[in-house]
């Protein structure tokens, strides 16, 4: 019988050491770090509820040693290995695949990543898949199994989510999971600068509430009271029926968090229903607002919109659902002061949970193309910087070091045990005695 070996990068990376040696000791960074860095990889899973019945499938997942895993998967002599990385882990990725082909086996890689540097990938691999895996997965396992790979495979239309496989959750077997992934949502209509997901996989879309419900069946039958984090780029940025999709996930019977932008602090038929839903706490990027010191001293139009955006989370958090709040430094209005005002504002703020992290430049944004066109990308920091707390690029307003400072000092003051007390006390009060803290 054929078989395919799919191979997920996990883990949670940090390049600088001292931005590691903080993050480690701080109690709600490190807590996140460790869910995100256990988050299963939906895109492969995805892939092995497409894969036939008459192929075997093993499941793999490799957070740094790169050799033992190799050694591993050879010895289970796959007809192809599937790797799926994100930027900061495709270095692991490559040596990875690299060692597979010299043991003489087929490698094939996608993703985010290797969708948007193909010429790179493919040095290391027998075929990359560009953009969605859905729709050529079939001629990816027929190729590989008469040893006719192609190099490359793009699908001639986006993946209908209506028709979505059920994601293989079984293979996780014997790997206990704080989390849960669920797709709702493909991509987003919004297009930030520096963002790597909106539209790099094909346009946005919208998974129907029925095909939601089955796959929440197959995550409830593993787990039947799963934490389930959705892998959506913005779930209510749609134009369809939030209380449907709501009902679902109620239905179900789950807890769940996600990713969304304060528009849904304006919106009633969300902020209705979210709590009763399951909905535990949402992520919202406040980021836009958080690039210069205009948005927390200055007066205006910039003050005007916070103030907006403030109040729209504060009605999220009275309707029973914690809000992180997602703010990113290091853009070009910043500047040393601009960074500590920020933290002297969160450490005042009424958000449930705070998420800081530095400017980075996916491969593929517009934010990077714009400062690798203005000589600012950093010559020796490869892609291992773009891990969200890895400085690669030159600043405007400081130097890297500057940064990096400002960067490490802010986190250190909004991560402080302390805050994490003061914020852990603002989500119980939301959460009534209605939830135990989410892992
Ligand atoms: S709103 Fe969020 S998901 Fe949408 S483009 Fe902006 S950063 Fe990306």
Redesign the pocket.
Same mark, same amino acid.
Request: glycine content about 16%.
């Given at each position: 019988m054929p078989r395919v070996a799919f191979v997920a990068m996990s883990g949670f990376r940090i390049r600088e050491a001292e931005m590691l040696a903080l993050g480690m000791t701080l109690p709600g960074l490190a807590a996140r770090a460790g869910a995100i860095g256990s988050l299963p990889s939906l895109g492969l899973l995805t892939l092995a509820g497409l894969t036939p019945p008459d192929w075997d499938a093993t499941w793999h997942e490799c957070n740094g040693d790169v050799r033992a895993m190799a050694q591993r998967i050879s010895s289970e002599r796959p007809t192809l290995v599937a790797i799926s990385a994100l930027t900061a882990s495709v270095l692991d990725a490559y040596a990875l695949a690299d060692m597979l082909r010299e043991e003489g086996l087929q490698v094939v890689m996608g993703g985010l990543h290797v969708s948007t540097c193909e010429a790179e990938a493919i040095a290391h691999c027998d075929a990359v898949v560009l953009g969605e895996g859905e729709n050529v997965w079939h001629q990816v396992l027929h190729d590989a199994q008469s040893g006719r790979l192609q190099p490359t495979y793009r699908a001639a239309a986006p993946a209908n989510l209506a028709h979505a496989p059920i994601p293989r959750w079984e293979l996780l077997s014997g790997r206990e999971r704080p989390r849960y992934t669920l797709q709702t949502a493909r !991509?987003?209509?919004? /297009? %930030?600068e520096? %963002? !790597? /997901?909106?539209?790099l996989l094909g346009p946005f879309r919208e998974k129907p509430a029925a095909q939601v419900a089955a796959e929440l069946a197959a995550i409830t039958a593993q787990q039947p009271r799963a934490c389930i984090e959705l892998a959506d780029?913005?779930t209510f /940025?749609g134009k369809r029926d939030a209380k449907e999709l709501l009902n679902v996930m109620r239905a179900s019977g789950v807890r769940w968090f996600t990713?969304c932008?304060w528009r849904i602090g304006e919106r009633p038929d969300v902020l209705e229903r979210l709590a009763e839903s399951g909905c535990v706490q949402v992520l919202v !990027?406040v980021?836009?607002l958080a690039l210069g010191a205009d948005a927390y001293g200055g007066l205006g139009a910039k003050r005007a919109e916070l103030t907006r955006v403030m109040d729209a989370l504060q009605r999220v958090q009275d309707a029973g659902v914690a809000v992180i709040g997602c703010f990113v430094v290091g853009g070009d209005q910043d500047d040393e002061s601009s960074i500590h005002a920020l933290g002297e504002w969160l450490i005042q703020s009424p958000l449930a949970d705070v998420q800081i992290t530095v400017q980075t430049l996916f491969p593929g944004t517009g934010l990077r193309a714009k400062l690798e066109r203005a000589g600012r990308l950093l010559p020796d920091r490869s892609w291992e910087s773009c891990t969200l707390f890895d400085v690669g690029y030159q600043p405007s307003r400081m130097t890297v070091e500057q940064l990096e400072r400002a960067f490490r000092n802010v986190v250190a003051m909004v991560h402080a045990p302390s805050e994490h007390a003061r914020r852990l006390e603002i989500r119980q009060r939301i959460w009534g005695r209605r939830y135990a803290e989410p892992r």
């Open positions: !991509g987003c209509p919004l /297009a %930030c520096f %963002c !790597g /997901a909106s539209r780029d913005n /940025a990713e932008d !990027g980021e836009t």
